[in-house]
């Protein structure tokens, strides 16, 4: 079975307002791709857009080659969660995912199955209404699982969780992956995906910034910098900037050097008396390599909450959730 999701020229515009636009990128198997952007940037819509639940303005959206609305047995093909919220309060998890078994030709069977998996088993036959928002992320997860599908979409499924329940998620992310089912997953924080996402498609204001293998994006983002760690930081950005090199101070007692190779920084600073106690070369986080990419969103932001009568399409774009957001 193709587990591939495609979109391909994707846009949705609300009023003027563009919320996606022109947007493709492929969710191949066997990897854990994540989505990522500023909130308002266009996730929500463009996930809205792949399970049919809105309509695109232009472009398409595939799952294993064929429309979502197409599928004969949709759970089967992509599990989704984009609204952990959405469970009637008064209906018993396993009720509830009983009942979407049922509609979906799925056996009852499996409804046990995907509570252990997510680890719902002993509250099975509490109202979901009484669940903490942990729980009802794992319902959503569990009910996601329900078809054993090949492909699987999450909107910001770590969105409150406590550290011991985003680890889980990762776990869980990684492990289907690994089983060579494709894997979206959004977040409005990179920091959220380091160790869980193989591969990236990063967007702002509705159109794609990145995509990238993480590796490809960490090396880019380290590539060329060296970081000296020394006591005498004033002095040593001094002798680096007069030998050509672009500098910055890191955290305490850190000086970072583009555009000289090691060697001659620790020359340099030797030749110069100035005493430093570790030369290397500088690895990027995965949140310095976001926030380097999507720099033109945030200077966005910036102009916009100055200017009262900015340009609310695209201000939109960058901006804050709004008011009853699914994420
Ligand atoms: N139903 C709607 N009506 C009007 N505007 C909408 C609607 N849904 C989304 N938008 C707008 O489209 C843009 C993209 O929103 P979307 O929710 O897709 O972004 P997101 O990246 O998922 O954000 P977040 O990280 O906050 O969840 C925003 O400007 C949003 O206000």
Not at 187 to 197: D, K, R, V
Not at 247 to 268: C, H, N
Request: contains cysteine.
């Amino acid at each position: 079975m193709d587990a591939t999701i495609e979109v391909r020229g994707l846009s949705k515009r609300y009023g003027a307002a563009v919320a996606v636009d022109g947007l493709s990128f492929t969710v191949e198997p066997g990897r854990v791709t994540g989505f990522v952007g500023p909130n308002g940037s266009g996730k929500t819509t463009t996930m809205r857009m792949i399970l049919g639940l809105d309509r695109p303005d232009g472009g398409t959206a595939l799952v294993g080659g064929r429309p979502y609305r197409s599928l004969r047995t949709p759970l089967c093909r992509l599990g989704s969660m984009l609204d952990a919220g959405a469970v009637h309060p008064a209906r018993r998890a396993r009720d509830h995912l009983l009942w979407l078994a049922r509609a979906n030709g799925i056996p009852a069977r499996r409804v046990g199955e995907v509570l252990e998996l997510a680890g719902l088993a002993e509250v099975a036959r509490r109202p979901a209404g009484g669940f903490s928002l942990g729980m009802r992320q794992r319902l959503g997860i569990a009910a996601a699982l329900l078809g054993d599908p090949p492909a699987l979409m999450f909107d910001e499924p770590v969105n409150g969780l406590d550290p011991e329940g985003v680890a889980w998620i990762r776990g869980l992310l990684r492990g289907l992956a690994a089983e060579g089912r494709a894997v979206l997953v959004s977040s409005h924080l990179m920091s959220e995906l380091e160790g869980g996402a193989d591969h990236l498609v990063v967007i702002g204001r509705g159109r794609l910034i990145a995509d990238t293998s993480v590796a490809a994006l960490l090396a880019a983002a380290s590539g060329g910098r060296v970081e000296v760690r020394t006591s005498a930081r004033r002095d040593a950005m001094t002798v680096l900037a007069n030998a050509g090199a672009t500098v910055a101070a890191g955290d305490r007692d850190a000086v970072t050097a583009a555009g000289l190779p090691a060697e001659w920084v620790v020359e340099l600073l030797a030749g110069a008396g100035v005493p430093f106690s570790g030369v290397a070369g500088h690895r990027a986080s995965l949140e310095e390599a976001y926030m380097e990419l999507t720099r033109d969103a945030v200077q966005f932001r910036a102009r916009s909450g100055d200017d009262p009568a900015g340009d609310t399409e695209s201000g939109g774009a960058v901006g804050g959730p709004r008011p009853g957001a699914a994420s």
